[in-house]
């Protein structure tokens, strides 16, 4: 790794620290890049390394030089290159030293479960050897049961038989009693019919009923006012008998005024016969009033008797 090192720097410029780019060698040996040692002679005369004087026209450009540096660097990037695929390949042995390692551990591991398996192996072959004479003798019995069984289904089967001629003759007497339960049901939507008829016939005579008796209620009324109007015409006949008393005791009195009259033709007698005649005026007039009233109440009577009209 020293002389490595030893190139790098030798390649390097030691004004810019960096890869030398177009070299210019100075007479005392040393080289730049052209520059940097420009810059520095711009501000310096001497070589930055040995100090010895130095101009512009002491220096010489080195292309020779400048293409061995590319080639340094690609050698040295090569170099790079290699080392680091060494170190990539010495890590990679080591992986597999560890992984071979493992390896032998594994293949120990699965010998030794071979031999577990191997004794399990044997183990299994004894139980299958087992498990087929137990097969055959669970094989005998089961030849046994199905001899048994099938027995057992042919006693079922003629049971069975024996269940479906019962069933068959229950289904004709259930056919039998849904037939009448038919009936019967017709029967009951009749007898509900006849009902919901009766129930009209009856809500019919209730109304009748009703109006039968709001009619006795008004024939009741209508007696009453009868009553009550008998009553008034008996009343209105003896009013009436009194007044024609009472006009025929008048007529007797003016009869007696007129011959008064014809015998004392005075003036207080004509008065008295004034008075006379408006009173016979007044009772002649109340007498056509009673008689108008009777009139139109025995009209009332006779309407309220011929023409009755039922409350609604």
């Given amino acids: 790794m020293q ?99 493992e390896k032998d551990l594994s293949v120990r591991q699965a010998q030794s479960q071979i031999k577990e398996l191997e004794t399990t192996v044997r183990i299994f072959q004894q139980e299958t050897k087992r498990l087929k004479d137990e097969i055959a003798a669970k094989e005998l019995s089961f030849k046994k049961e199905k001899d048994n069984f099938i027995q057992k289904l042919s006693s079922a089967q003629a049971h069975l038989r024996e269940k479906d001629q019962l069933l068959k003759e229950t289904a004709k007497n259930l056919e039998n009693e849904q037939a009448q339960s038919r009936k019967l049901r017709e029967d009951l939507e009749m007898s509900q019919n006849n009902c919901q008829i009766l129930t009209g016939h009856i809500e019919f005579l209730q109304r009748e009923r009703t109006l039968l008796q709001s009619q006795l209620e008004s024939l009741l009324q209508i007696d009453e006012t009868c009553r009550l109007l008998k009553e008034t015409i008996t009343d209105i006949e003896l009013d009436k008998r009194s007044l024609i008393e009472k006009n025929s005791r008048i007529m007797c009195e003016k009869e007696s005024l007129m011959e008064q009259e014809k015998e004392h033709s005075g003036e207080l007698m004509r008065k008295r016969i004034k008075r006379m005649q408006e009173n016979i005026k007044s009772l002649k007039n109340k007498n056509d009033g009673l008689k108008e009233d009777l009139y139109k109440k025995e009209q009332k009577l006779t309407i309220s008797r011929y023409c009755i009209v039922p409350e609604q």
């Fill in 3 to 101: 002389p490595t090192e030893t190139i790098q720097d030798f390649l390097i410029c030691s004004i810019c620290h960096g890869d030398l780019q177009n070299t210019a060698t100075t007479s005392c040996g040393h080289r730049y890049c052209l520059g940097c040692i420009g810059q520095w002679l711009n501000e310096n005369a001497t070589c930055p390394c040995c100090n010895n004087r130095l101009n512009r026209s002491s220096l010489i450009q080195d292309r020779q030089f400048d293409s061995f540096v590319e080639i340094m660097k690609i050698e040295l990037q090569n170099h790079k290159d290699t080392s680091e695929q060494k170190e990539t390949l010495e890590a990679e042995l080591t992986s597999l030293k560890d992984t071979v390692t």
